[in-house]
C-alpha cells in the first residue's frame, strides 16, 4: 500500500494504475466497520483509495476535535491488510491550503440538512459536505463508500452528489455491530466499562420501536417519546430518536422506516441507525 500526504504524491501513486477508482473516506481510528467499507470498495473497483483526515470543519465548538482518536500507524497496517491500495493522510493545510477556515465551503439547505444531526450540531454537514467534495476533487472516484450507521451523513452526501452533479457512485454499507449489538464507533473508545456495558441499549431501544413498528402501532410521535423516556431510564441523555422514512421525511403509515438515534452517556456521545423493512439504501 502506497501512503500518500499531498495532492501530488496522490496524484502520482493513481496515475500508474488503470481501472476504476473506490474512494473509502475516513477519519481514522479504524475498526471492522471501516475494513468492512475497504472490502466492499474491493469489489466494486481497480484501485481503492482509503483517506484517514480528522477534519475540524465538522466539529462544532466544544466538541471532540481536539481529542478525536488518532492512529495512524496502526490505521495503515490494518488498511494495508484488507487492501487498501492507497492510503491519503493529508494535513489540515493541505486539505484547506489557502487558510482555515475556508473561504469556500458546500452548503446545503432544508429539512435533511437541519433536522437530527444538523439540529444538534450546527455547521456538521456543511463541514462533511465541503471535505467530502475536497476528496471527490483530489481523487476523482468513480465510487465512494460509506457506513449507513451515519444514515443522515449518507443522504447528505447523496443529495450533494445529485444537486453538484458529480460523477461519483456512493454505495451504503450496513452497519458493523458488537456481539452484544454496539454499533462500532470511534467514539466507543470513550466509553469507560460502565458505559460500555449500558451503551447497547441504544441499539436496543430502537429494536424495541422496530417491533411496535412491525406489530401495527402508529403513533410514531409516542414511539419516539417512548424510546427517548426508556433511554433516559437507562442513564442516557438522549438527543432524538426519530421515525423517518428512507429519504429521512416524515414517515408513511406503511413503510419502509428509518430509525435513528443520537444520545449521550456520560461523555460520549453515541448514533444508531435502523432500517426497518426497507430495501438498502443503494437501492
Ligand atoms: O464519517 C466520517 O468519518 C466523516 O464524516 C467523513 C465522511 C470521513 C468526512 O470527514
Redesign the pocket.
Known sequence: MQRCETPAALRAALAGRGGRVALV???GSLHAGHLRLVERAREAADVVVA?V?V?PL?FGRGEDYACYPRALEADAAQLGQAGADVLFAPSVETIYPHGYPPATTVQLAGELVDSLEGAHRPGHFT??AT??NILFNLVQPAVAV??EK?YQ?LCV?RRMVADLGLAVEILGQPTVRAADGLALSSRNRYLGAVERAVAPRLYQALRALAERLTAGQRDFTALERQAVAGLRTAGFAPDYVAVRDPQLRAPAERGPWVLLAAARLGGTRLLDCLRVGAPAVNG
Open positions: 473516506p475516513t477519519m483517506s483526515f477534519n465538522q463541514g462533511v471535505v467530502v460509506l457506513g451515519d451523513q452526501i
